[in-house]
């Protein structure tokens, strides 16, 4: 997974140039994981009631807690790994090891699963963005 960030968010010195054809994911620390949650919520905030990076639960090189509201009230706290993001608990900041909840490649695939109206919100978003594409290129 990774963060797209534009050319005006990164710092603009050779160093961190060089370095960073070097990196892969399994070598980066943890303010990168916490940046990658921080990215999945702001891609799919507009489609539930709250989401938000867990301050409570710690961030670790390799994971990152996500807390998520759906419109339909029910709350979720979702790990994020290299494997991918699945279910931890049922409440915010709270992590249930007994909790055997399958990993799921995408947020969208994640949200899909748990929130009929998360479809439905994500659904129309995009049949607004492809009629204003549509429109775009007739005129």
Known sequence: METNCSPMELPNNTEFEEDSDNRSF????????????????????????????????PCAEDV???????????????????????????????????????????????LDSLSPAYREVFGNALLQRLEALKKDSQS
């Open 64 to 110: 990152a807690y996500i807390n998520v509201e759906t419109r339909e009230r029910n709350k979720y706290c979702l790990e994020l790994t290299e494997a991918g993001l699945r279910v931890v608990a049922y409440d915010f900041d709270q992590a249930d090891d007994r909790l055997q909840s399958p990993y799921h490649e995408t947020v969208y695939s994640l």
């Open 26 to 57: 399994e070598g980066t620390d943890v303010k990168d994981m916490r940046l990658e949650a921080e990215a999945v919520v702001n891609d799919v905030l507009f489609a539930v009631s709250n989401m938000f990076v867990s301050k409570t639960l």
